[in-house]
């Protein structure tokens, strides 16, 4: 049941082929796919700059630093139009994130990764052109820019062209998400250009005019947009001072910006071990381990992964593991482990699987749904079925459906009634859930998938299944 | 320590700076993209005017620091 023969690629699509979809808007170049291969095409109109970042030494200090994703030339003859100048290779991103699908660190991160991006530019004579978080990824635990073609020649005297959009997708998110809520980086999902730096300020705390980056960069920001108009030319010299200047200042407004997870509800779920003996949660860490090893999987996706131990039984062999979480809390403390320990194999994510990252933007196609980035070789469910089926009222049919379309295999564990915590569940529910039984849980999952193994958890009523899918 | 000084006085020059050399306002089609050109233009010469700022502190800094920490070694050495 090896997932590697039957992977298209590391992020391949099992359904419409929307790589690419998000970079129709530049005329310097776009990516495209040809082959099974993702490929970048610069323009001619892009000669210059590309010619500048590869002969300055820019490129090889952003690649040596982890700042820039590599990429090598190939075949011109391989172009998708007539108006390419080079074509490009990059290194395939193991799963593409949004910037609405981070922690609070994983976005701080991205943002003065953008910033140290910036200032590399500036002292090769170059500019970032764009400052969208879009153009970062995460690889091997580290934020990456994506977009070969950010880069422009510094033209003296001008202002950066994407502080606007830097302030929009950085640091008004990360503003909002520091000082009054983290769910507010949801705002992204609305505001696919960032979020609007005029509610950004209507939304921040008034103690925030006191903090001089945020003063500076939101409140008298979104003031000088509301003042000046499309008619008033913008006069007078921004120099290599005044620039430097801007990006140490953002950077250190960045830099100020702090969320501690603290105590969420979730992130001591498995430490407090309420659930499970110490009998009972080594014998499903070794059953975990077992099925994951017989399913051979390339990528595996961890849904309701909490702070991910189970994901690194995993990602600890090699694995490429993404762990999803409703809770910012979890996800935070996970990313902060994957970044100390320096884990390349894992990457955290926040996820709502009752409301999951839909497809958005332009055509509805410039971002892609989570099944769109998927099937996954393996999907991990564990301890999640009867929050999806009691807690939100699932029904198991089409909970097997849609774990069906996001993997091609599941290790997946049924709680019964008879579990506390499915008890705490009902305790101000009315039982209406007369097919969630072990036996109801098989019929809906075996329309779908193959028992391949059922093993109980030792010490519980739990039990653990791997299946595999039979449709789609 | 430094970095705290000095985002005082920063702080304070800027906003005598930006609300006593107020730009008139325009009307007209309101675009935000321009908004940041302008806004950028309006305090381009506080930035660079950090930029100068800061290195110079840090000087002066790295000056006191080094010759108070000589001090104390020869005092030591004594």
Redesign the interface.
Known sequence: MSGRARRMSANGSGGEDLFGAGSFRDPRGFVFQREGRLLRQVNAAHREDYDHLMGSGLYEALVEAGLLIPHREVDIAIAATPEAYRVLEPERVAFISYPYEWSFGMFRDAALATLRIQELALSFGMSLRDASAYNVQFQRGRPVLIDTLSFERLREGRPWVAYRQFCQHFLGPLALMSHRDVRLGQLLRVHIDGVPLDLVASLLPGRTWLRPGLMLHIHLHARSQRQHAAGATPRGRFGLRAFVGLVQSLRSAVDGLRWDPGRSAWVGYYQEAESYTAAALEHKQELVARFVEEAAPDQVWDLGGNVGAFSRIASDRGIFTVCFDVDPGCVEANYRRVAEAGEKNLLPLVLDLTNPSSRIGWESRERMSLADRGPADLVLTLALVHHLAIGNNVPLPRLGAYLAELGRALVVEFVPKSDPKVRDLLVVREDIFGDYTAEGFERAFGARFEILRREPVRESERVLYLMRRTVG | MQGKRF?MV??LL?FGY?FLIA?P????????????????????????????F?SFWRRVWFFLTRRNSRDRASRRSR
């Open positions: 985002r920063w702080f800027f930006f730009v306002s325009a009307y007209a089609y309101i675009d935000p993209g321009t908004g940041s050109f302008v806004f950028q233009v309006i305090v381009g010469g506080l930035l660079a005017a950090g930029v100068v800061r």
